[in-house]
């Protein structure tokens, strides 16, 4: 009899066992949550307009696709949050992140860069109960870049000196003074928004462009339509940067200021510190900055001139006398902005009744 030691025995292959439909799904839920997450992250972000401050280029209830590709995508600040959430997990007001590790943001190659008019989303600089990526979502037309001088007279926006061309359907407020009492339809057939129509004096303070301010006054009913604009030596307490005593500014008279530019360099005085207060101690991430009785000091020595490390936009609402924008809160640093709109992809009427709820003549437009 011949035994042989050094053969193997044969392997019997198991087989594989079958996942169990709890485990199929568990695996298609997390696969469709990290996909969703790269895409929200790298491509595109669907974001709504809550308010008008973009009327009547926008409207509140239109829902907009964000492209990241186009300034490119910024790599997370705050790792430590649930996937496919903002600030807080859907449907209550528990925090859905932890600021417990905090990283420097960089941005990816993207298309292009903020171009001046591009409609862009970016986290509300001022905010502070939030990290910087984690902020409020805001919308509004870039206007100034970095470097620019920029100037608001009788308001028209002027840039290093010259008058821009304005937004197609920018609106103002305007007050309307009829003979007889209006209906909501009046205003409605009108595309006025109601929500922000108010009784004033004998008429209606309303936001129209200019050109349906015209048609109206035409009508029978009508005694006068006004401009609501402010004098020019009318001074908003609210208005950056926050300094009436020296810069008696409003919203329809403001500036001229400087938009900051990386590289740049600017003296630090009295004079222009209120204006890049917030910017050096602030979004720069200087850790030892700081004022004291009026002068800047870093790492504790006084300085008296600033590099920027960074760029700045001045972003403006089209509406531009319901907008709260750079004029009241300053620039909005480059690693806050967070992409283009680039079309509305659904766009519904708060005050539409059912079956004219969905403007189906804004779907698919393309912003501009």
């Given at each position: 009899m011949n035994v042989k030691f050094w053969e193997k025995k044969p392997v019997t292959k198991e087989p594989k066992k079958k996942k169990s439909f709890a485990r199929?799904?568990?695996d298609a839920i997390l696969f469709a949550v990290i996909a969703a997450s790269l895409i929200r992250w790298a491509t595109f972000e669907a974001y709504t307009i809550p308010t008008p401050s973009m009327e009547k280029s926008l409207l509140v209830g239109d829902f907009l696709f964000v492209s990241k590709l186009h300034y490119g995508p910024r790599t997370p600040m705050t790792p430590l949050q649930v996937p496919l959430t903002h600030q807080t997990i859907w449907g209550t007001n528990i925090p859905s992140y932890s600021d417990a590790i905090q990283l420097k943001s960089y941005r990816l190659p993207g298309f292009s860069e903020v171009q001046r008019n591009d409609v862009v989303v970016f986290n509300y600089p001022p905010e502070e109960q939030h990290p910087a990526d984690l902020r409020t979502n805001y919308i509004k037309r870039a206007i100034g870049l970095p470097g620019d001088s920029l100037e608001v007279r009788d308001m028209q926006v002027y840039i290093n000196g010259k008058a821009i061309e304005n937004p197609e359907k920018m609106q103002f407020k305007y007050i309307i003074i009829p003979t007889m009492q209006l209906s909501d339809k009046f205003f409605q057939d009108r595309n006025i928004n109601l929500a922000d129509k108010q009784m004033f004096d004998k008429g209606y303070l309303i936001d129209a462009t200019p050109e349906l301010a015209k048609e109206i006054?035409?009508?029978?009913?009508?005694?006068?339509?006004?401009?609501?604009?402010?004098?020019?030596?009318?001074?908003?307490?609210?208005?950056?940067?926050?300094?009436?005593?020296?810069?008696?500014?409003?919203?329809?008279?403001?500036?001229?200021?400087?938009i900051p530019k990386e590289g740049a360099t600017v003296a630090i005085t009295p004079e222009?510190?209120?204006?890049?207060?917030?910017?050096?101690?602030?979004?720069?991430?200087?850790?030892?900055?700081?004022?004291?009785?009026?002068?800047?000091?870093?790492?504790?020595?006084?300085?008296?001139?600033?590099?920027?490390?960074?760029?700045?936009?001045?972003?403006?609402?089209?509406?531009?006398?319901?907008s709260l924008d750079s004029?009241?809160?300053?620039?909005?640093?480059?690693?806050?902005?967070?992409?283009?709109?680039?079309?509305i992809w659904m766009s519904t009427n708060p005050e539409g009744s059912f079956f004219s709820r969905i403007r189906w003549n804004r779907i698919f437009n393309i912003i501009d």
């Amino acid at each position: 009899m011949n035994v042989k030691f050094w053969e193997k025995k044969p392997v019997t292959k198991e087989p594989k066992k079958k996942k169990s439909f709890a485990r199929e799904w568990g695996d298609a839920i997390l696969f469709a949550v990290i996909a969703a997450s790269l895409i929200r992250w790298a491509t595109f972000e669907a974001y709504t307009i809550p308010t008008p401050s973009m009327e009547k280029s926008l409207l509140v209830g239109d829902f907009l696709f964000v492209s990241k590709l186009h300034y490119g995508p910024r790599t997370p600040m705050t790792p430590l949050q649930v996937p496919l959430t903002h600030q807080t997990i859907w449907g209550t007001n528990i925090p859905s992140y932890s600021d417990a590790i905090q990283l420097k943001s960089y941005r990816l190659p993207g298309f292009s860069e903020v171009q001046r008019n591009d409609v862009v989303v970016f986290n509300y600089p001022p905010e502070e109960q939030h990290p910087a990526d984690l902020r409020t979502n805001y919308i509004k037309r870039a206007i100034g870049l970095p470097g620019d001088s920029l100037e608001v007279r009788d308001m028209q926006v002027y840039i290093n000196g010259k008058a821009i061309e304005n937004p197609e359907k920018m609106q103002f407020k305007y007050i309307i003074i009829p003979t007889m009492q209006l209906s909501d339809k009046f205003f409605q057939d009108r595309n006025i928004n109601l929500a922000d129509k108010q009784m004033f004096d004998k008429g209606y303070l309303i936001d129209a462009t200019p050109e349906l301010a015209k048609e109206i006054e035409q009508l029978d009913f009508i005694k006068e339509v006004i401009l609501y604009r402010a004098a020019p030596d009318e001074v908003e307490a609210a208005i950056f940067p926050q300094v009436p005593s020296k810069y008696k500014w409003n919203r329809d008279f403001f500036g001229p200021i400087y938009i900051p530019k990386e590289g740049a360099t600017v003296a630090i005085t009295p004079e222009s510190l209120p204006f890049y207060e917030r910017v050096i101690t602030e979004y720069e991430h200087n850790e030892n900055a700081e004022v004291r009785d009026g002068k800047l000091f870093i790492d504790g020595k006084e300085v008296t001139q600033y590099t920027f490390k960074q760029d700045y936009y001045f972003m403006m609402g089209d509406n531009r006398h319901n907008s709260l924008d750079s004029r009241y809160w300053g620039y909005v640093p480059a690693d806050h902005v967070v992409g283009k709109a680039v079309m509305i992809w659904m766009s519904t009427n708060p005050e539409g009744s059912f079956f004219s709820r969905i403007r189906w003549n804004r779907i698919f437009n393309i912003i501009d």
